[in-house]
Nanobody, 118 residues
Framework: QVQLVESGGGWVQTGGSLRLSCAAFGSITASNTMAWYRQAPGKQRELVAS??????????NYADSVKGRFTISRDNAKNTVYLQMNSLKPEDTAVYYCNFLPPGVQRWGQGTQVTVSS
């Protein structure tokens, strides 16, 4: 098991930006696909973005709802995954989590709350 600790959430107005960080304490490798998920009140957890280290860069995928606004990146040397969120909308309000893709049996962290006001 790897301990995942998310941070960087907060309150912003529509159009604002936030950068989330996820520190992994334990063994993750460049071959692991890491991802950000989110869960809004009353809704199921959904996949937001994923990153697989590949060659000199990485392969990324995004949910349609965040394409062009969110950017996932990772620093394997620091065991850290980032999510840069720009042009935030009220519908982005949720608790954001990082985990493997698929998460498998990996425990979820506490998440970080993102609140976007209109």
């Amino acid at each position: 098991q790897v301990q995942l600790v998310e941070s960087g959430g907060g309150w912003v107005q529509t159009g604002g930006s936030l950068r989330l960080s996820c520190a992994a304490f334990g063994s993750i490798t460049a071959s692991n696909t890491m991802a950000w998920y989110r869960q809004a009140p009353g809704k199921q957890r959904e996949l937001v973005a994923s990153h697989l280290t590949s060659g000199r860069g990485g392969r990324t995928n995004y949910a349609d709802s965040v394409k062009g606004r969110f950017t996932i990146s990772r620093d394997n040397a620091k065991n850290t995954v980032y999510l840069q969120m720009n042009s935030l909308k009220p519908e982005d309000t949720a608790v954001y989590y990082c985990n493997f893709l698929p998460p498998g049996v990996q425990r979820w962290g506490q998440g970080t709350q993102v609140t976007v006001s209109s």
